[in-house]
């Protein structure tokens, strides 16, 4: 993917790709989590990391969006 490949001369050209395409779902869970749920209900998570969204499935994801 393009993406991965920019995120990956940005942050190191040592990193494998599977670490970067990692790093890129995480992210791309977080972004559209909060994006979808509004400000109002970020103020209210508390209890997770950026780790934690890593282990979420794309579904779960799907699921806290819909709700």
């Known amino acids: 993917m393009k993406l991965n490949e920019e995120v990956r001369e940005r942050l190191s050209t040592h990193m494998k790709k ?33 780790s934690s969204f890593s282990d979420l499935t794309r579904s779960e994801v799907a699921y806290i969006i819909k709700d």
């Open 18 to 50: 599977a670490v970067v395409r990692r790093r890129v779902d995480t992210a791309r869970k977080i972004y559209d989590i909060f994006n979808m749920i509004g400000e109002d209900k970020i103020r209210h998570i508390k209890s997770f990391t950026a």
